[in-house]
């Protein structure tokens, strides 16, 4: 079974542009969430879809950061314009509905992200 | 709100030591409790999990218990190998929501 996707792995801009990053999450997984881990902390979630509605987007700096799950499958999260702070690894993670707490998150590589 | 706590680290250890990393949590109702492990280079990976007080998560001779009346979830190892060297993450989770990490702890393993 193949296993969460993610691309770029790696990505260097500049501050004020903008950049998007792309999941493919596990075939059949309903679920899908977005982290920020910042160096040196454990990852934090900044947004979880159930197939292409959002459930949580609370810890979402709208201001600059969008994403979408076009019909329920594929996720795109973009930043405009990136600032310093942004400089993190982009974790997706997908999860099979209907198993409650027991449900397991399987993460991807991640995109590593540089604002210069 | 919901918190995970773990030891800081790096741990540093010898081949065939004893490994313990705490890790307590803060949560309402009853949550699911996790051990991630970030290897070098690689992605998150699930280690163990518990779902319910008492139960104990086990997986490539890592355990944990889940301890409700000490709100805790430590993961030991009998004997480390080199192999095990990587970054350690406690996380929690209720229902299907985000799972709340640890800011996760180092642990080095030397011949």
């Known amino acids: 079974e193949a296993g969460v996707a993610q691309s770029p792995r790696y990505k260097i801009i500049e501050k004020r542009q903008s950049v998007a990053f792309w999941c493919n999450p596990i075939?059949?997984?309903?679920?899908l969430y977005w982290y920020q881990q910042i160096l040196g902390q454990g990852p934090k979630l900044l947004i979880q879809?159930?197939?292409?509605?959002?459930?949580?987007d609370s810890q979402l700096p709208k201001d600059r950061f969008s994403a979408e799950r076009l019909k329920g499958v594929d996720s795109t999260l973009k930043i405009q314009p990136a600032k310093l702070e942004d400089s993190a690894v982009y974790l997706c993670?997908?999860?099979?509905?209907?198993?409650?707490?027991?449900?397991?998150?399987?993460f991807g590589p991640g995109t590593r992200l540089l604002v210069l | 709100g919901d918190s995970v706590t773990q030891m800081e680290g790096p741990v540093t250890l010898s081949e065939e030591a004893f490994l313990t990393i705490n890790c307590t949590y803060t949560a309402t109702g009853y949550p699911s409790l996790f051990w991630y492990v970030q290897y070098p280079g690689e992605g998150l990976q699930l280690l163990l999990k518990?779902?319910?007080?008492?139960d104990k998560g086990s997986n490539k001779g890592f355990e944990a218990t889940y301890r409700k009346e000490t709100t805790s979830f430590h993961l030991e190892k009998g004997s480390v190998q080199v192999s095990d060297s990587a970054v350690y993450f406690c996380a929690l989770s209720r229902g299907f929501q985000k799972l709340v990490f640890g800011t996760g702890t180092r642990l080095l393993v030397s011949p």
């Open positions: 993670a997908s999860r099979l509905s209907g198993q409650g707490a027991q449900g397991t998150q399987y």
């Open positions: 879809f159930q197939n292409n509605g959002v459930v949580d």
């Open positions: 075939s059949g997984h309903a679920t």
């Open positions: 518990a779902t319910k007080a008492d």
